[in-house]
């Protein structure tokens, strides 16, 4: 007679085994080797193998085993995400605009190259934990100048790819292009087109290559087209009141301002809030422009005329590229994604 506890018990050798990939590599009739680099894609292997090895190990069951996995090849798998910006900007409202954004498309780009990954929120002294990061690589996004990230993250060994190029003289390190430079034309232009001829730049005081290219493009554009050159910078820790203390100012230096390109956009809703004040009418006195294509712009009264950054393209290509990176291939130092393309809005155009 047994006891209830021999009856809940199975014996030792009917425990399930846990399938290794000899077992794939016995199936699909291919050595060890292949099925590694099949599954982890990594190496040359022909793609119609690759897809058979794969689809075998999901008929299988496989599932790797991450521990043996990293403490054999010494990698963790895993991947950050970091943002240069403060919070208040990157977050947006409710926490849910250009950061999140990114930080979605990213990890399920991320999770199907078997990668996890973290976000290092902007946070005052996220540095002070990228020692105790065990990571194989990073993602900055738009990094300023002398950004103490990305020297402490190369120091250790850790691949680093930026979404933004990083500004000059900054050590080169491979990108996604923003495109800058084609936004920056299709505001003025656009802002041009509708007859705006004081146009005014509210852009960030950091030194970001965005932010240096969109003032470099805006003096070049006000040259050729012999207009004033009208700028304010201001510091995007302190948001919103920044950006509406920032236009007080230009519409005190100039009162015949006819249109603001606000690049950020959270200084893109404190201008709006100053124009108001100061009792402009938007779009019939003021036309306003800026760059992200988020709450902040779609929420405005009247909603701002935005820019569409394909941002979940631009993250899953900064995935792939890091991943790249990771595993050798370092044939591609900068991918140029998609082009940008303007959300026209009412900020900006009289009905």
């Known amino acids: 007679m047994t006891s209830p506890r021999d009856r809940s018990t199975p014996p030792a050798d009917t425990a399930p085994r846990r399938l290794t990939i000899k077992d794939v590599a016995h199936a699909a009739g291919v050595s060890l080797t292949t099925v590694s680099h099949a599954l982890n894609d990594r190496g040359y292997v022909d793609p119609d193998t690759r897809a058979r090895v794969k689809r075998i190990a999901q008929e299988l069951g496989y599932r790797p085993n991450l521990r043996a996995q990293r403490l054999r090849t010494g990698k963790t798998n895993s ?128 030194p970001r290559h965005s932010n240096l290219e969109t003032e470099r493009v805006y003096r070049a554009f006000a040259a050729d087209k012999g207009l004033p050159v009208l700028i304010r910078k201001a510091d995007v820790h302190v948001g919103e009141a920044a950006g509406a203390a920032a236009c007080r100012e230009l519409l005190a230096e100039d009162p015949a301002i006819d249109a603001v390109c606000v690049p950020v956009d959270a200084f893109a809703t404190g201008t709006m809030q100053a124009l108001h004040e100061a009792g402009r009418r938007v779009p019939h006195d003021v036309k306003v422009v800026t760059r992200y294509d988020g709450l902040r712009a779609k929420n405005s009264v009247p909603p701002i005329t935005a820019v569409d950054l394909n941002l979940e393209q631009r993250a899953v290509m900064a995935v792939e590229l890091l991943f790249e990176h990771i595993c050798g291939d370092t044939r591609h130092a900068m991918l140029p994604g998609p082009a940008p393309t303007l959300i026209v809005r009412a900020s900006s155009v009289v009905a």
């Open 79 to 206: 991947i950050a995400v970091f943002f240069s910006m403060p919070l208040a900007i990157a977050g947006g409202p409710a926490r849910m605009g250009f950061m999140m954004e990114i930080v979605a498309a990213a990890s399920e780009a991320a999770m199907r190259r078997n990668l996890s990954l973290v976000l290092v929120p902007p946070l005052a002294g996220a540095n002070d934990f990228l020692d105790g990061l065990d990571i194989d690589g990073a993602i900055v996004i738009e990094p300023a100048l002398g950004d103490p990230q990305i020297p402490a993250l190369r120091q250790r060994g850790v691949c680093v790819v930026s979404i933004g190029r990083p500004p000059e003289p900054e050590p080169a390190i491979p990108y996604i292009d923003l495109q800058t430079t084609a936004m920056a034309q299709l505001w003025f232009e656009h802002l041009y087109g509708q007859g705006a001829r004081r146009i005014a730049l509210l852009v960030g005081a950091q």
